[in-house]
């Protein structure tokens, strides 16, 4: 069965502190690796992640994927009381694509 | 470009009832996920409906029953209401055809308690 585990589990922090976020899996012939924001109800979308050690990147948030090692970390810089939220990391196999498996998520406070 | 919406919001049942929640994907997807999303965990996974067929299934009893529409929309049917089915449902959307499947697109979800 697949599994998603999230470390850690909340994280407060300062506004302008950088943050790394971890997510380490296990999944039957791996696809992709996605990354999503929760804030109060609806996920939202932040990267997808195929092949090892390509970063993607997005303003003040990137990513980086080890398939070698089963992780993925997402970090933020200069962080804003915005970037509060719910991460959510889930994983899809190739037999299954869009049933992704969700970790419980790091819920991140950030503190003006 | 309207997002992916559900309907109801927030809903209330008592125990042994029955269900219905409503989602219309995002314009141009043709695949729809429903998930459940228990107070401090992250969602799982239901079931996904793709051409008005159940593709992909998983861990929840037969309790739990769906149904995709030619315009894609789907709904979401449970029977027999326990309390431990309070949480907040989930629907996302992607766009198989085009071989976008992994990327989903989620509405803000209907809250169901169960009394």
């Known amino acids: 069965e697949d599994k998603v585990v999230q470390s850690p589990l909340s994280l407060v922090v300062h506004e302008g502190d950088t943050v790394t976020l971890n997510c380490s899996y296990e999944?039957?012939?791996?696809?992709?690796l996605l990354w999503y924001k929760q804030e109060k109800k609806a996920p939202t979308f932040l990267f997808m992640l195929?092949?090892?050690?390509i970063e993607k990147k997005s303003g003040r948030l990137s990513s980086i994927l080890d398939k070698k090692e089963l992780f993925s970390i997402l970090n933020i810089t200069a962080t804003q009381t915005g970037d509060s939220a719910v991460y959510l990391c889930?994983?899809?196999?190739?037999?299954?694509?869009?049933?992704?498996?969700f970790g419980d998520g790091t819920t991140l406070t950030v503190k003006p | 470009d309207a997002g992916v919406t559900q309907s109801p919001t927030h809903l209330i049942k008592t125990r042994g009832q029955q269900v219905t929640l409503r989602c219309s994907p995002k314009?141009?997807?043709?695949?729809v996920s429903w998930y459940q999303q228990a107070l401090g965990q992250g969602p799982q996974f239901i079931f996904q409906?793709?051409?008005?067929?159940?593709?992909q299934r998983g861990n929840f009893p037969d309790r739990f029953s769906g149904h995709q529409f030619p315009n894609y929309s789907s709904e979401l049917n449970v029977n027999a209401l326990l309390l431990g089915d309070s949480a907040l449902y989930l629907c996302?959307?992607?766009?198989?055809?085009?071989?976008?499947?992994?990327?989903?697109?989620f509405g803000a979800g209907t809250r169901l308690s169960v009394l």
């Open positions: 195929t092949s090892s050690g």
């Open positions: 314009s141009g997807h043709d695949t």
């Open positions: 889930a994983v899809d196999s190739l037999a299954n694509a869009g049933k992704s498996t």
């Open positions: 409906y793709y051409e008005e067929e159940e593709r």
């Open positions: 999944v039957t012939n791996f696809r992709s």
């Open positions: 996302a959307s992607s766009d198989w055809t085009s071989g976008g499947a992994d990327i989903q697109y």
